[in-house]
Nanobody
Framework: QVQLVESGGGLVQPGGSLRLYCAASGFTFSSYPMRWYRQAPGKERELVAT????????NYASSVKGRFTGSRDNAKSTVYLQMNSLKPEDTAVYYC????????????WGQGTQVTVSS
C-alpha cells in the first residue's frame, strides 16, 4: 500500500537549518509530483512546495521563498525539503503528500514530522 514516512524534524535555533525527508513506497514514485505542507498550531495546513516528477521545485509559499528548497531522488523514492534561515514562525508539523489516481484521485499523507524553531 502507499506509504509516506517523514523524518528529519527537530528543535533548531532561529537562523539554523534542517533537512526533511519523505520516503515513499507503494506507487511509482518517479511518475508523480510530491508536495510538502505544514500545519502550525491553530492554523490551517498550507502548501510549502511542490516538486514535479522531474525534480523541479515550484509553488513555494511566499513565506519560505529563498529559504526552503525542495528536491527529490527518484532512485531512492525520497523527497527532501532543505530549510535554511529558519524562523520561529516556521514552527509546524511538516507533511509530504502525493495525489494518486485509484478509480478517482486520492490524497495520501505521511504522519508528519515536528519542526520547532526556538532559542
Amino acid at each position: 500500500q502507499v506509504q509516506l514516512v517523514e523524518s528529519g524534524g527537530g528543535l533548531v535555533q532561529p537562523g539554523g537549518s534542517l533537512r526533511l525527508y519523505c520516503a515513499a513506497s507503494g506507487f511509482t514514485f518517479s511518475s508523480y509530483p510530491m508536495r510538502w505542507y505544514r500545519q502550525a498550531p491553530g492554523k490551517e495546513r498550507e502548501l510549502v512546495a511542490t516538486i514535479t516528477s522531474a525534480g523541479v521545485s515550484t509553488n513555494y509559499a511566499s513565506s519560505v521563498k529563498g529559504r526552503f528548497t525542495g528536491s527529490r531522488d527518484n532512485a531512492k523514492s525520497t523527497v527532501y525539503l532543505q530549510m535554511n534561515s529558519l524562523k520561529p514562525e516556521d514552527t509546524a508539523v511538516y507533511y509530504c503528500k502525493v495525489t494518486l489516481f485509484r478509480l478517482k484521485w486520492y490524497d495520501y499523507w505521511g504522519q508528519g514530522t515536528q519542526v520547532t524553531v526556538s532559542s
